[in-house]
């Protein structure tokens, strides 16, 4: 997969169209998996705060990770979208503790603790539809996360930058514009990739 910036949309539509062939039950075993790979990933399981979000849908299941990091005793940090696609954050109490949002996604429902709480990670944990050899990732394109990055980079924090994903959405190359970011390493239900600078 690769291209020119304006490829970007259709490898993004290819990806989703992907995920759609997947059945819930498809989706439910590789979140139980991919959790169990994602925990032998010292990146997460040695850091005191990570940044993370509530997956939906067919995204790659990020919920029994969630747990299992709260209950390791990490802060858990997740998103809260602000109405001009900024993310505000706040802190994982619990599945108990979130509620349904805009788009339909899932926030916390505590205190609101400002965009610049995710300087405070020492992992982030971002949503993507694919990271390529390089390890530039995809995302779906609505900035949120582009800001996150540029904040971080801007404050010269340096947390690791990992990414779950299908087997199938490891690819050579994606579309990759100035402003993309390289992230640390990418989980699968099959493995664990790091990538260097």
């Known amino acids: 997969m690769c291209g020119d910036l304006s490829g970007k949309s259709a490898v993004r539509r290819e ?3 992907a995920r759609g062939l997947m059945s ?3 989706v439910e075993q590789a979140a139980a998996v991919l959790a169990r790979q994602a925990l032998g990933l010292a990146e997460l399981t040695e850091a005191g705060t990570v940044a993370a979000y509530v997956s939906i849908g067919r995204e790659p299941g990020t919920r029994a990770l969630l747990d299992a990091l709260r209950a390791r005793g990490v802060r858990v940090l997740l998103p809260v979208l602000k109405p001009d ?3 505000d954050w706040g802190v994982y109490e619990g599945p108990e503790h979130l509620v349904r949002a805009g788009r339909g996604l899932l926030e916390p429902d505590g205190e609101r603790l ?3 709480a995710v300087l405070e990670a020492d992992a982030v944990l971002l949503p993507g539809l694919a990271v390529d050899s390089r390890g530039m990732r995809l995302g779906r394109g609505g ?3 582009d800001r996150v990055l540029a904040r971080l980079a801007a404050a010269g924090a340096d947390p690791a930058l990992v990414v779950l994903l299908y087997a199938n959405e490891v690819v050579e190359r994606v579309p990759q514009e100035p402003h993309d970011h390289p992230v640390h390493a990418v989980v699968t239900p099959g493995s664990i990739r790091r ?3």
Do not use: K, M, P
């Open 143 to 145: 900035g949120s996360y």
């Open 195 to 197: 990538f260097t600078a």
């Open 114 to 116: 400002g965009v610049d």
């Open 85 to 87: 696609n900024d993310l």
């Open 24 to 26: 819930t039950e498809d």
């Open 15 to 17: 990806l989703l169209a």
